[in-house]
């Protein structure tokens, strides 16, 4: 099966290019063209085989969350004119990820399950179980690597050194609680429970605006809604939609991320099997079937609707 591993364009007026994990960015003076490839990365790592379909799934889902959410903070795309492709405004980041938990799984049970009972200067209660709705939602930042792992960081530690000034960082918890809460709305509606997420901000003209993606299965984590609380009772896995069982699959095959791993045998049956958890998610939420793009001529396709929309 074909995927977008990664992308080589050269367009005039382009000013700059930045390849990251997932994305491949062209900068036009204020404006970008952000392409969702189809890789995934895990633990910091690009995995060695890109996923059928997933740049489309992380295009289009962010494409409905970011209009879904735009009445509550500004975001930074202007159009969307092919499914892996956004056209935007080139925002100066912060150099800090604003993550939110509402309950206790993947890294914070990690952390929990090692004994840590305070995490980003949040303090946690005892007696909780994997998976636990946390009696509220807790801010958890991370550190936003341009080369290596993000790292968790604390609201004080973030002020101390100057990350964030603190009027901006204030607005930036009002922002990503309000974001959270209308995500977990949404998610509800479509009988999804919007587990953890992470959302990124940015400066353009002095404002602040909400940039990449929201809400989607690289940057959130989802349990299915029914059958929740019968199986936290009876001490079962959840049934959930998010990257988080490619992390798992890695874990239980030797790999963390840390020096000396190696990243396991990815078969075909592993890729196309995430491929279609990745289509799952994006019907599941959308309540619409996925139109699988054609990959003949998708960079042809891209480089044109990036040049004719980009002016």
């Not at 991370?142 to 080369?147: L, Q, R, V």
């Not at 930036?172 to 009988?191: D, F, I, P, Q, S």
């Not at 999804?192 to 959130?220: A, R």
């Not at 929740?228 to 959840?238: C, D, I, L, T, V």
Request: charged share 25%.
């Amino acid at each position: 099966m074909e995927a977008i591993k990664e992308t080589n364009f050269s367009f005039a007026g382009q000013t700059g290019f930045y390849k990251g994990k997932v994305r491949d960015v062209y900068y036009f003076d204020d404006k970008l063209a952000m392409v969702a490839t189809d890789r995934i990365s895990a633990f910091d790592v690009v995995l060695p085989r890109a996923i059928p379909y997933k740049g489309q799934v992380l295009n289009q889902i962010a494409s409905l969350n970011l209009k879904a959410t735009s009445d509550i903070v500004p975001n930074w795309v202007i159009s969307t004119p092919d499914p892996n492709v956004t056209i935007g405004y080139r925002c100066e980041p912060y150099k800090v990820e604003m993550v939110i938990r509402g309950y206790l799984a993947g890294h914070a049970w990690r952390e929990y399950q090692a004994g840590r009972r305070t995490l980003c200067g949040v303090t946690l209660p005892e007696g909780l179980r994997e998976n636990d709705r946390l009696p509220e939602p807790i801010i958890t930042p991370t550190t936003k690597a341009d080369e290596g792992h993000d790292e968790d960081i604390s609201k004080k530690e973030i002020l101390a050194q100057g990350l964030v000034s603190e009027e901006d960082y204030l607005k930036l918890e009002h922002y990503t609680r309000a974001l959270y809460a209308r995500g977990t709305e949404l998610a509800a509606n479509r009988g999804l429970i919007l587990v953890d997420t992470k959302y990124e901000f940015g400066k353009y003209n002095d404002q602040i605006f909400l940039i990449d993606e929201i809400h989607t299965p690289d940057s959130s984590r989802y349990f299915y809604g029914q059958g929740y609380e019968a199986r936290q009772a009876e001490g079962k896995p959840q049934h959930q939609l998010s990257k988080e069982f490619v992390r798992q699959w890695l874990i239980e095959n030797g790999f963390q991320g840390k020096d000396g791993q190696a990243v396991p045998e990815m078969t075909d049956q592993v890729v196309n099997g995430i491929s279609d958890r990745y289509i799952e998610l994006f019907e599941v939420f959308t309540g619409q079937p996925f139109k699988k793009e054609p990959y003949k001529e998708a960079l042809q396709r891209m480089e044109q609707r990036i040049t004719e929309n980009i002016f």
